[in-house]
């Protein structure tokens, strides 16, 4: 070999090392810039997801505030307990009992003019026979 052709072949040696490192330079380039789009990518999607959660949590909570706040109105109220009704319809289990015994009264004192009466018109016209 001639120093001629050496040179030739450490000149093509040292362009094809070159050319090859830069292609390995700009495949780890492109695999650390799509690896940092897609880290890029998922960070957004997590804050996205992170942000309907805390919209959906908000309105959780409103609704949960709302519900103790008419629970706590709810619970302040008075109730209405079974001896409540009972002292509440006492008076008017008397007052009914009073009627009914007066309309059972006034039955029999219409039974009793009923008979009278009966009895007035059978004496009239027992009289006016008699005459």
Same mark, same amino acid.
């Given at each position: 070999?001639t +120093?001629?052709?050496?040179?030739e !072949?450490i000149?093509?040696v %040292?362009?094809?090392?070159?050319?090859e490192?830069m292609?390995?330079?700009? #495949? #780890?380039? %492109?695999f &650390? $810039?799509?690896? $940092?789009?897609a880290?890029?990518?998922w *960070?957004?999607s *997590? #804050?996205?997801?992170?942000? %309907? =959660?805390? &919209?959906?949590?908000? $309105? =959780?909570?409103k609704y949960?505030?709302?519900a103790?706040?008419? !629970?706590?109105a709810?619970?302040?109220q008075?109730?209405?307990?079974?001896?409540d009704?009972?002292?509440q319809i006492?008076?008017m &289990?008397?007052a &009914?009992?009073?009627?009914t015994d +007066? #309309? *059972?009264q006034? %039955?029999?004192?219409s +039974? =009793?003019?009923?008979?009278?009466i009966q009895?007035l018109?059978? =004496?009239?016209?027992?009289?006016?026979?008699t005459k």
């Open positions: 070999m +120093a001629q052709e050496k040179q !072949l000149d093509a %040292k362009r094809n090392s070159q050319s490192g292609k390995i330079t700009e #495949v #780890v380039f %492109k &650390i $810039s799509t690896l $940092s789009m880290l890029v990518m *960070t957004l *997590t #804050v996205n997801s992170m942000q %309907k =959660d805390m &919209i959906a949590l908000s $309105s =959780d909570a949960m505030r709302e103790m706040t008419d !629970l706590k709810f619970t302040a008075p109730h209405f307990t079974q001896e009704f009972d002292s006492k008076p &289990i008397q &009914i009992t009073l009627n +007066a #309309v *059972t006034l %039955k029999l004192h +039974a =009793d003019v009923d008979l009278k009895q018109q059978f =004496d009239v016209s027992d009289a006016k026979r």
